[in-house]
């Protein structure tokens, strides 16, 4: 006979965000013991790669822009190819180098940055500015940041996940503040139903999407933003022009993992009229609203 088993919830906070831990146990004692590696696996990632702690990789890195290399472990080096390959994938848009912009565009407050602002920062964006040489990183320009904030969550749930499996858990979810990676479906075989928010009305969803395995995670324009005269500036910014993109509500992206999820849909969030297209080009399926409220999808399980 096997034991009696329960779904467990374990919430916790990180990364700025709400999360939480869905999975299987035959108690609470178990389930958080279980939880609490998955967690340390995510406030580890979060104190290594914060830009906000300055004992981090990245903080050594970007106060030593212009002056030093900086040496770099096998993981950090690793997540810097991964920075390439995005920068290469989306023709430049998705930057490591555009945290920058935070400087001046300030969502806490509603404030357009002015012109001459934003070109002073423009001239310190550049991935290509970027010198790697074996296992060392220097930022070419005094004033340069890298910042991984646009797929750390997303790396933190995969690499939590992976704990979770490694200790035998075969049924629940890592969900970091929306950014998901489903273990495996319920204990009854049924997948988990993940309700995708309405950009327009956090109280209300405009789809529910089943998902057994596998990731989702969702870039909007409903995130960290403000209003001035009817027109909505959100934190998603082109590298290129330094403002923000206009052109989706919201994408929501299914992948393998949470990571490659995650870049997909800002990619095409920063694409812009060209999103579709690049979705479309994917093996993902996704769910992404326009502007004008009008939904796009593809391949979305039922």
């Known amino acids: 006979m096997k034991p009696a088993v329960s779904v467990f919830g374990i919430a916790f906070e ?21 939880a609490q590696s998955a967690i340390d696996e995510v406030k580890r990632i979060e ?4 830009r906000y702690r300055s004992g981090s990789i990245v903080s050594q890195i970007n106060s030593a822009a212009g002056k030093d290399a900086v040496e770099c472990d096998e993981e950090t080096l690793a997540l810097l190819q991964y920075a390439e390959t995005l920068f290469q994938a989306s023709e430049g848009l998705f930057d490591v180098t555009s945290g920058v912009l ?9 404030r357009v940055p002015s012109e001459v602002e934003l070109t002073a920062l423009r001239a310190l964006i550049g991935w290509r500015k970027v010198i790697r040489e074996d296992r060392r990183i220097q ?13 750390g969550k997303e790396y933190a749930a995969d690499r939590a996940a992976a704990k ?7 049924h629940g979810y890592v969900n970091l503040g929306g950014d998901m990676h489903i273990i495996g479906p319920q204990p009854d075989g049924r997948p988990w139903e993940i309700g995708i928010q309405d950009p327009r009305d956090s109280s209300a969803v405009i789809a529910h999407i089943p998902i057994a395995n596998g990731a989702i995670a969702t870039s909007g324009d409903y995130e960290r933003f403000f209003e001035i005269d009817g027109r909505r500036y959100c934190h998603i910014l082109d590298p290129r022009t330094a403002q923000p993109v ?4 919201a994408v929501s ?9 995650g870049s997909c849909s800002t990619i095409a969030m920063l694409k812009q009229e060209e999103g579709l297209d690049f979705l479309n080009n994917t093996n993902m399926a996704y769910l992404a609203g326009d502007a004008a409220g ?9």
């Open 139 to 151: 930022l070419s320009t005094n004033g340069m940041e890298i910042d991984f904030g646009g797929f």
């Open 253 to 261: 992206v299914l992948a393998p993992l949470a990571i490659a999820a």
């Open 164 to 170: 979770l499996i490694d200790n035998g858990v075969r």
């Open 14 to 34: 990180a990364m700025a965000s709400q999360c939480d831990i869905r999975l299987v146990a035959s108690n609470d004692d178990e389930a958080r013991r279980l």
């Open 246 to 249: 206009r052109y989706w509500r």
């Open 102 to 110: 935070r400087r001046a565009w300030n969502f806490r407050e509603a």
């Open 294 to 302: 009008e939904l796009h999808y593809r391949d979305l399980p039922r």
């Open 47 to 50: 104190f290594k790669y914060s």
